[in-house]
Nanobody, 118 residues
Framework: VQLQASGGGLVRAGESLTLSCAASGRTFTNYIMGWFRQAPGKERDFVAHIRWSSGSTNYADSVKGRFTISRDVAKNTVYLQMDSLRPEDTAVYYC????????????WGQGTLVTVSS
């Protein structure tokens, strides 16, 4: 499995950014695709995930109502639309793949840096 994250950059507080995660190497029907982030000096935290087959989603409380995760089945790509960005959203964002029924994400992308200035 290969996961290629992209779309990070420098934005101002209140602006929006969309991250993409291009997935390849297998069929993802039985996977949950997630986004995580790691701020400087902090642990990696869960942001959101989406079940590939049904499109059902789950979000961390800190991003509910501001971030939207989605997937394009035809393009094998997962997106993270981030609105109303805050300086505390600054982090390296990673996409990851979790086989359904497993408890640990097995594959990770390389990360893309999002910096939000105040």
């Amino acid at each position: 499995v290969q996961l290629q994250a992209s779309g990070g950059g420098l934005v101002r507080a209140g602006e929006s950014l969309t991250l993409s995660c291009a997935a390849s190497g297998r069929t993802f029907t039985n996977y949950i695709m997630g986004w995580f982030r790691q701020a400087p000096g902090k642990e990696r935290d869960f942001v959101a995930h989406i079940r590939w087959s049904s499109g059902s989603t789950n979000y961390a409380d800190s991003v509910k109502g501001r971030f939207t995760i989605s997937r394009d089945v035809a393009k094998n790509t997962v997106y993270l639309q981030m609105d109303s960005l805050r300086p505390e959203d600054t982090a390296v964002y990673y996409c990851a793949a979790l086989p359904t029924g497993w408890s640990t994400y097995t594959d990770w992308g390389q990360g893309t840096l999002v910096t939000v200035s105040s």
